[in-house]
């Protein structure tokens, strides 16, 4: 309980804790608040006193006064916590409670020793001119009101009253003596902790300066070095701070620039900060170790100024030779093309006009874009497309010139310059280039290459134009490529797979022979049964992107068959990629769907799944059970049919099964 209470006192005292005791106007501020309090207690008392009993009623006007101006003041402290005004009015309030005091008791009583409690508030509270200013005019108005009275004063009466003022006012007296001593202590206290901090940030000063990865020095007047951290002397070199305490850091560090030439301490951005009393930075020059070896740097000067004097310098610095490095490698990677190492498009726009010179004229340019690369990427990854990426520039390097410009115009076109080079010339290193491509081979895709070629003749022809209409060749060239070599690619890729894998050729060519029967048997229309028969030859093409590794095991692990699930999804982009087969397309892309919606890779259900779609994975279903048994052929063509009757109404079409069923039996094919 007492706890309590004195921590609601200490919170009353300092304005809720607004005012801490590391804070210089806490001791002031809670004498303020005590005074402020004792006032209003005090002057209401009087009021009633001095009308009551004493009949002065200007005594009680005056305590009145003093009661309003202390209620106001306090209430206006702990709102806006502005000591200053508040001190004021607290002593003038004790003037006037001391005023009226005196005008009540005249000399009765020994009640001027109260006197001598009115300086040491008043110097406690205030600053020490309007202390002496505000004691000095009461000092004048109690001589006056002394002289004034003293013919009607007789001697003072000593009784209760006198003993009551005697030790009422040596009770304050005491306690502003041990109020003062007490915040004395304090403030020695204070002090004596602030020299021990001072102690201890001085070593957390050069503890964070030796711990600190930027390396900092500092330099007189004269440029000598007065202190330098742990970094300074790690990347310099040097093993104590002695070796450069006292040093010209320029002729020690400085003297030479990157290059080699002198660097004269005129020029020194350094010694200039110091001179100009402005800050410096530089990452153009370098700092030379103890060893003579020299470091990229990058460095910060700042003026040391005292007394609106420049008496020093600290410079920080840090060793830049890494990011140096690295720039070097961005702004290579900025005119060169990574993946190649040729000119890329920046660099080209950049130097073309070195090129575009009456010196060179013929100037040819030839545009290149290769064919198969997305299909390359799409197929077998980035790293594929990446290899035939290299491979082409490599061909176009060797068969230019020296003095030729090779450039990566964008992801898959190229650009070449050939300066001193007719039309027919140009012609010879087109048909060059055609003829290195032709056995350019990009996993199972055969790539080729789509050129455009125009030459400038004249200084007054635009190289804009130039190269605009070889551009507008290569894509006629590329459109021509495109549409005659559809058929042939797809041809390439499932012959590709077929090389790989014999078995998968028989499969394809049996699947497909039996979708076409099928098809016949459900009354298909011609080119439906042309593309039942081409869907099944073409259903597994997706396959071309697996391991072969995957495609001769018969029991394949969790990952290995995800992999093998993507087949048909890679058959999709494949035909859809061709116009000769973009409407088989769809139905490879469902053959692995099931008639009850548990297939892949959508989920299909019954009529959802294209017809072809059905077909195929009833003919494909077959043929894999029936080449996988060793049994005698009959016996091998029962056990696959019954895995087409045991399907039929969940994995089949069950009409479509039952129709295989009979034909197979109808017509004994032996496939």
Same mark, same amino acid.
């Given at each position: 309980?007492?706890?309590?209470?004195?921590?609601?006192?200490?919170?009353?005292?300092?304005?809720?804790?607004?005012?801490?005791?590391?804070?210089?106007?806490?001791?002031?501020?809670?004498?303020?608040?005590?005074?402020?309090?004792?006032?209003?207690?005090?002057?209401?008392?009087?009021?009633?006193?001095?009308?009551?009993?004493?009949?002065?009623?200007?005594?009680?006007?005056?305590?009145?006064?003093?009661?309003?101006?202390?209620?106001?003041?306090?209430?206006?402290?702990?709102?806006?916590?502005?000591?200053?005004? /508040?001190?004021?009015?607290?002593?003038?309030?004790?003037?006037?409670?001391?005023?009226?005091?005196?005008? /009540?008791?005249?000399?009765?009583?020994?009640?001027?020793?109260?006197?001598?409690?009115?300086?040491?508030?008043?110097?406690?509270?205030?600053?020490?001119?309007?202390?002496?200013?505000?004691?000095?005019?009461?000092?004048?108005?109690?001589?006056?009101?002394?002289?004034?009275?003293?013919?009607?004063?007789?001697?003072?009466?000593?009784?209760?009253?006198?003993?009551?003022?005697?030790?009422?006012?040596?009770?304050?007296?005491?306690?502003?003596?041990?109020?003062?001593?007490?915040?004395?202590? +304090?403030?020695?206290?204070?002090?004596?902790?602030?020299?021990?901090?001072? +102690?201890?940030?001085?070593?957390?000063?050069?503890?964070?300066?030796?711990?600190?990865?930027?390396?900092?020095?500092?330099?007189? #007047?004269?440029?000598?070095?007065?202190?330098?951290?742990?970094?300074?002397?790690?990347?310099?070199?040097?093993?104590?701070?002695?070796?450069?305490?006292?040093?010209?850091?320029?002729?020690?560090?400085?003297?030479?620039?990157? !290059?080699?030439?002198?660097?004269?301490?005129?020029?020194?951005?350094?010694?200039?900060? $110091?001179?100009?009393?402005? /800050?410096?930075?530089?990452?153009?020059?370098?700092?030379?170790?103890?060893?003579?070896?020299?470091?990229?740097?990058?460095?910060?000067?700042?003026?040391?100024?005292?007394?609106?004097?420049?008496?020093?310098?600290?410079?920080?610095?840090?060793?830049?030779? @890494?990011?140096?490095?690295?720039?070097?490698?961005?702004?290579?990677?900025?005119?060169?093309?990574?993946?190649?190492?040729?000119?890329?498009?920046?660099?080209?726009?950049?130097?073309?006009?070195?090129? !575009?010179?009456?010196?060179?004229?013929?100037?040819?340019?030839?545009?290149?874009?290769?064919?198969?690369?997305?299909?390359?990427?799409?197929? $077998?990854?980035?790293?594929?497309?990446?290899?035939?990426?290299?491979?082409?520039?490599?061909?176009?390097? #060797?068969?230019?010139?020296?003095?030729?410009?090779?450039?990566?115009?964008?992801?898959?076109? $190229?650009?070449?310059?050939?300066?001193?080079?007719?039309?027919?010339?140009? #012609?010879?290193? %087109?048909?060059?280039?055609?003829?290195?491509?032709?056995?350019?081979?990009?996993?199972?895709?055969?790539?080729?290459?789509?050129?455009? %070629?125009?030459?400038?003749?004249?200084? #007054?022809?635009?190289?804009?134009?130039?190269?605009?209409?070889?551009?507008?060749?290569?894509?006629? *060239?590329?459109? %021509?490529?495109?549409?005659?070599?559809?058929?042939?690619?797809?041809?390439?890729?499932?012959?590709?797979?077929?090389?790989?894998?014999? !078995?998968?050729?028989?499969?394809?060519?049996?699947?497909?022979?039996?979708?076409?029967?099928?098809?016949?048997?459900?009354?298909?229309?011609?080119?439906?049964?042309?593309?039942?028969?081409?869907?099944?030859?073409?259903? !597994?093409?997706?396959?071309?992107?697996?391991?072969?590794?995957?495609?001769?095991?018969?029991?394949?692990?969790?990952?290995?068959?995800?992999?093998?699930?993507?087949?048909?999804?890679?058959?999709?982009?494949?035909?859809?990629?061709?116009?000769?087969?973009? *409407?088989?397309?769809?139905?490879?892309?469902?053959?692995?769907?099931?008639?009850?919606?548990?297939?892949?890779?959508?989920?299909?259900?019954?009529?959802?799944?294209?017809?072809?779609?059905?077909?195929?994975?009833?003919? @494909?279903?077959?043929?894999?059970?029936?080449?996988?048994?060793?049994?005698?052929?009959?016996?091998?063509?029962?056990?696959?049919?019954?895995?087409?009757?045991?399907?039929?109404?969940?994995?089949?079409?069950?009409?479509?099964?039952?129709?295989?069923?009979?034909?197979?039996?109808?017509?004994?094919?032996?496939?």
């Amino acid at each position: 309980m007492t706890g309590n209470k004195t921590r609601l006192i200490e919170a009353y005292l300092s304005n809720n804790h607004r005012f801490v005791k590391t804070d210089p106007l806490y001791r002031k501020v809670s004498l303020l608040n005590a005074l402020l309090s004792i006032m209003l207690l005090n002057c209401s008392v009087f009021v009633v006193v001095d009308i009551f009993f004493f009949k002065m009623y200007t005594a009680a006007a005056i305590n009145a006064a003093a009661v309003v101006f202390a209620l106001a003041a306090l209430l206006y402290f702990r709102k806006t916590n502005r000591y200053e005004p /508040v001190a004021k009015v607290s002593v003038i309030i004790l003037l006037m409670c001391l005023a009226a005091f005196f005008r /009540v008791t005249q000399n009765q009583h020994y009640g001027f020793v109260w006197l001598f409690v009115f300086p040491p508030i008043a110097y406690f509270l205030l600053n020490r001119i309007t202390a002496r200013l505000v004691t000095g005019l009461f000092a004048a108005y109690m001589l006056y009101f002394v002289l004034t009275g003293a013919r009607a004063w007789g001697p003072a009466a000593f009784g209760a009253p006198s003993i009551f003022n005697i030790a009422g006012a040596a009770l304050c007296l005491v306690f502003m003596i041990a109020y003062y001593e007490s915040s004395r202590e +304090d403030v020695w206290e204070e002090l004596n902790a602030a020299i021990l901090l001072l +102690d201890e940030s001085r070593k957390d000063l050069r503890l964070i300066l030796d711990s600190s990865a930027e390396a900092i020095f500092g330099i007189d #007047e004269e440029g000598k070095c007065t202190f330098c951290n742990r970094s300074s002397l790690e990347m310099l070199g040097y093993r104590d701070e002695s070796e450069l305490l006292g040093k010209n850091m320029h002729s020690l560090i400085h003297h030479t620039r990157s !290059d080699g030439r002198p660097f004269y301490p005129e020029d020194c951005r350094i010694l200039q900060s $110091f001179r100009d009393s402005v /800050v410096a930075r530089a990452d153009d020059e370098v700092f030379r170790r103890a060893d003579g070896t020299s470091f990229a740097v990058e460095y910060f000067s700042y003026p040391k100024i005292k007394n609106g004097k420049t008496i020093g310098a600290v410079v920080t610095f840090m060793d830049i030779s @890494e990011r140096k490095q690295k720039e070097k490698e961005i702004l290579y990677l900025s005119y060169y093309d990574m993946l190649t190492g040729l000119q890329n498009r920046r660099c080209f726009e950049d130097n073309r006009a070195r090129m !575009d010179v009456p010196g060179n004229l013929p100037l040819s340019v030839i545009f290149a874009d290769i064919n198969g690369l997305k299909l390359t990427n799409d197929l $077998f990854g980035h790293s594929a497309g990446d290899e035939l990426i290299r491979r082409s520039s490599r061909i176009l390097q #060797e068969v230019s010139r020296p003095e030729d410009l090779v450039v990566r115009f964008g992801g898959d076109e $190229f650009v070449l310059l050939l300066p001193k080079t007719d039309g027919e010339r140009a #012609e010879k290193i %087109l048909g060059l280039v055609r003829a290195r491509f032709a056995d350019v081979q990009a996993e199972a895709i055969v790539c080729s290459i789509s050129l455009g %070629l125009d030459t400038k003749k004249h200084s #007054e022809q635009s190289l804009d134009d130039v190269m605009a209409r070889a551009e507008n060749a290569m894509y006629r *060239d590329k459109a %021509l490529h495109h549409k005659s070599g559809n058929g042939e690619m797809i041809d390439i890729i499932i012959g590709t797979l077929h090389e790989r894998n014999a !078995d998968e050729k028989r499969h394809s060519a049996a699947a497909a022979a039996l979708c076409a029967q099928l098809g016949a048997v459900l009354n298909l229309a011609e080119t439906e049964i042309r593309k039942a028969n081409r869907a099944g030859y073409l259903h !597994d093409i997706g396959k071309i992107v697996l391991d072969e590794a995957i495609l001769r095991k018969d029991t394949l692990t969790d990952e290995e068959y995800e992999k093998l699930k993507q087949h048909p999804a890679v058959g999709y982009r494949i035909l859809g990629l061709f116009n000769d087969t973009l *409407d088989l397309a769809e139905y490879v892309y469902s053959h692995h769907e099931r008639w009850d919606g548990t297939g892949y890779p959508r989920g299909l259900r019954g009529a959802q799944i294209p017809l072809l779609s059905r077909v195929i994975a009833i003919a @494909e279903t077959y043929e894999r059970v029936l080449n996988k048994s060793a049994l005698p052929l009959q016996e091998q063509r029962a056990t696959a049919l019954d895995v087409i009757r045991g399907g039929a109404g969940t994995q089949f079409d069950p009409q479509i099964a039952e129709s295989f069923v009979q034909m197979m039996e109808r017509e004994n094919i032996s496939i």
